[in-house]
Nanobody
Framework: QVQLVESGGGLVQAGGSLRLSCAAS????????MGWFRQAPGKEREFVAV????????YYADSVKGRFTISRDNGKSTAYLQMNSLKPEDTAVYYC???????????????????WGQGTQVTVSS
């Protein structure tokens, strides 16, 4: 079992920055791909970013590419999402997730993940 706890959400003006953290406990953190997803009211959960393995192979949704950066500290069992140049359309509940990576998985789909955090709200005002 892996337990995930997100933090760092809040209210920020457009153009501002936030850094989300996802603290993991349980089984070996470095074995898992770590992803971030978000869900806005009335919308489906959508992929944001993934760090596929401890080798720092990352992938981003087009909507956040160049503005968001995913990283991880295996020593602290924590994943991060640095969000810069935030836009009102980034407003959502952000979730971190842990899943086992394989070459047949893109790690961009929610069903590819085994463990989820409770979510943290990010609100960007215009």
């Amino acid at each position: 079992q892996v337990q995930l706890v997100e933090s760092g959400g809040g209210l920020v003006q457009a153009g501002g920055s936030l850094r989300l953290s996802c603290a993991a406990s349980g089984r070996t953190f470095s074995s898992y791909a770590m992803g971030w997803f978000r869900q806005a009211p009335g919308k489906e959960r959508e992929f944001v970013a993934v760090n596929r393995y401890s080798g720092d192979i990352t992938y981003y949704a087009d909507s956040v590419k160049g503005r968001f950066t995913i990283s991880r500290d295996n020593g602290k069992s924590t994943a991060y999402l640095q969000m810069n140049s935030l836009k009102p359309e980034d407003t959502a509940v952000y979730y971190c997730a842990a899943g086992l990576f394989s070459s047949s998985r893109s790690m961009t789909r929610p069903y590819e993940y085994n463990y989820w955090g409770q979510g943290t709200q990010v609100t960007v005002s215009s």
